[in-house]
């Protein structure tokens, strides 16, 4: 299903707040809250990070989201809380900040779904101060044979009916492969068994 429509992206919104509430929401709170500085959130989807972001903390928040639909719904997460938040409807592949710009970015399931999740970690390199994090929420390709084949074939699936939904991207090895060091991971078991396992932590420049 396209989130780029109202149905599509309320779909997501439905399915987001069940799995806000079975797993994600701790995670959510456990990740987003290390976020500081100028934050650079990718792809922002609905806004459901929003509520975890530490108004203390994070100077400024650039939600970077092309899909209108899914930001709509990201309005009155944002008006709910204290951040200074900027919507800017770009794609992750081509951020329009300087080198260097950001403390923090934040990626949470969005690797999954962007055409060339290479570019987009470039992208990310490029703009975080060499102090900068990444912090992340990923579900990642299996590392159970079994898992990884339904993966395998239920992806040409999952990329029509879920907006481009790669079930089998090894998005840890490309952080890794894109220059990143990983400082803390940790994978959880949970959720949907075709979409196991989530990983979740923080990378910063290799
Ligand atoms: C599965 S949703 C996740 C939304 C949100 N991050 C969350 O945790 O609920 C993926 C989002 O990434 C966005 N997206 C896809 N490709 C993108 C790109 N190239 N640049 C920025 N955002 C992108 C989609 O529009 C969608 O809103």
Redesign the pocket.
């Given at each position: 299903m396209s989130?780029a429509t109202e149905i599509g992206a309320a779909f997501?919104d439905f399915l987001?707040e069940a799995g806000d509430r079975a797993f994600m929401g701790p995670l959510r709170r456990e990740v987003i809250g290390r976020a500081q500085g100028v934050v650079v959130?990718?792809?922002?989807?609905?806004g459901?990070?929003f509520p975890y972001y530490h108004a203390g903390k994070v100077n400024y928040l650039y939600a970077?989201?092309?899909?209108l639909q899914?930001a709509r719904r990201a309005v009155p997460r944002a008006d709910g809380t204290d951040l200074l938040i900027e919507f800017l409807e770009?794609?992750?592949?081509r951020l329009p900040f300087e080198d260097g710009f950001a403390d923090t970015v934040v990626a949470?399931?969005?690797m999954?779904?962007?055409?060339r999740p290479e570019a987009?970690l470039s992208e990310v390199k490029r703009i975080l101060k060499p102090s900068g994090k990444l912090l992340f929420?990923e579900h990642v390709r299996s590392d159970e044979p079994w898992r990884a084949t339904l993966q395998d074939w239920a992806t040409p699936l999952t990329r029509i009916w879920s907006?481009?939904?790669h079930l089998n991207r090894a998005t840890i090895d490309l952080i890794r492969t894109s220059g990143f060091r990983i400082e803390d991971l940790r994978r959880i078991n949970a959720g949907a068994p075709w979409m196991r396992p989530f990983e979740a932590g923080v990378a910063s420049h290799a």
């Open positions: 989130y997501y987001g959130e990718i792809g922002s989807g609905t459901r990070n970077i989201e092309p899909n899914m770009d794609d992750a592949e949470t399931l969005v999954c779904t962007v055409r987009v929420i907006a481009n939904c």
